[in-house]
T-cell receptor, first 114, second 112 residues
Framework: DTAVSQTPKYLVTQMGNDKSIKCEQN?????MYWYKQDSKKFLKIMFS???????INETVPNRFSPKSPDKAHLNLHINSLELGDSAVYFC?????????????FGPGTRLTVL | GDSVTQMEGPVTLSEEACLTI???????????LFWYVQYPGEGLQLLLKATKADDKGSNKGFEATYRKETTSFHLEKGSVQVSDSAVYFCALIRSNDYKLSFGAGTTVTVRA
């Protein structure tokens, strides 16, 4: 069983479109995250939810809106896609968000905006 | 703010060579330190971690020791294999925080 899964794995779309990426974890964790990895492999946190509550919201354009319908899911919706949004987006989860917890990552969603 | 600086790559080695990837950090308090590995086309996997000073993390022949005095967490392996070819990320998380701060990643290629 996949611990942290994301769909889709690849997403190719036109500028200006709206798209969503879904994430699910079956680890029973309380905390979930979205990270963005750019073309140079640099990783940066975007959002974090703990028990469905937003706890981290880094400097991310408000075109990006996370939604957590329950503890096992954290989806990412992106409005009015721009070329600079092209990246690999990783979902992750951890038991409680404590510093000593390991974060488990999904396989990533490669978004290409044309 | 928090930051992680790791040795720039790419690094190319022959099989059975020794690997060291340097990592130093800047953070307040006592962060937890991690090494994550990303194999080609895959997501990140935890390689090892250390949560307090002088702890040594180890896994798959890799080791790293949390050195508070030098604010370092260097990754070492005595004899690499082709299957170790990947991107390695050093990361930290502060004790009162939720987010991982990553280094820029070091691409390692091991040739047979």
């Amino acid at each position: 069983d996949t611990a942290v899964s994301q769909t889709p794995k690849y997403l190719v779309t036109q500028m200006g479109n709206d798209k969503s990426i879904k994430c699910e974890q079956n680890l029973g964790h309380d905390t979930m995250y979205w990270y963005k990895q750019d073309s140079k492999k640099f990783l940066k946190i975007m959002f974090s939810y703990n028990n469905k509550e937003l706890i981290i919201n880094e400097t991310v354009p408000n075109r990006f809106s996370p939604k957590s319908p329950d503890k096992a899911h954290l989806n990412l919706h992106i409005n009015s896609l721009e070329l600079g949004d092209s990246a690999v987006y990783f979902c992750a989860s951890s038991h409680s968000g404590r510093a000593t917890d390991t974060q488990y990552f999904g396989p990533g969603t490669r978004l290409t905006v044309l | 703010g928090d930051s992680v600086t790791q040795m720039e790559g790419p690094v190319t080695l022959s099989e059975e060579a020794c690997l060291t990837i340097n990592c130093t950090y800047t953070a307040t308090g006592y962060p937890s330190l991690f090494w994550y590995v990303q194999y080609p086309g895959e997501g990140l996997q935890l390689l090892l971690k250390a949560t307090k000073a002088d702890d040594k993390g180890s896994n798959k022949g890799f080791e790293a020791t949390y050195r508070k005095e030098t604010t370092s967490f260097h990754l070492e392996k005595g004899s690499v294999q082709v299957s170790d070819s990947a991107v390695y990320f050093c990361a930290l998380i502060r004790s009162n925080d939720y987010k991982l701060s990553f280094g820029a990643g070091t691409t390692v290629t091991v040739r047979a």
